[in-house]
């Protein structure tokens, strides 16, 4: 955080940044959703929440998605003739792409 506070382009950093996060998300590749959250909350109070709005919300779609799906696959079961079904559910526009 003491090098963002140096950065003249933050917003370049905060779209590299998101853009990343988006594929960590998606893939489920992130070693730590709660350092993730950190950081978040960190860019929170240094930019305001404005600028970090879009991320808490992909946050907010991956966890209602798993959610979702949970629930889904209880009432249906895991499989539905062999086909195995994963679905992410995501808020237009909150998503870099």
């Not at 940044?17 to 959703?33: C, E, F, I, M």
């Not at 808490?56 to 209602?64: R, S």
């Not at 979702?68 to 992410?88: A, D, P, S």
Request: charged share 25%; net charge neutral.
């Amino acid at each position: 955080m003491r090098l963002f506070c140096c950065l003249h382009g933050r917003d370049v950093f905060i779209n590299s940044y998101t853009g990343l996060l988006a594929s960590r998300l998606l893939n489920k590749t992130s070693v730590s959703d709660d350092a993730e959250k950190l950081l978040v909350t960190k860019l929170a109070i240094e930019c305001g929440h404005n600028t970090v709005n879009k991320i808490k919300t992909m946050f907010e779609d991956i966890v209602k998605s798993e959610e979702m799906l949970k629930e889904f696959k209880h009432k249906n079961g895991n499989t539905i003739q062999n086909i195995e079904l994963t679905v992410e559910i995501l808020t237009s526009g909150h998503w870099p792409y």
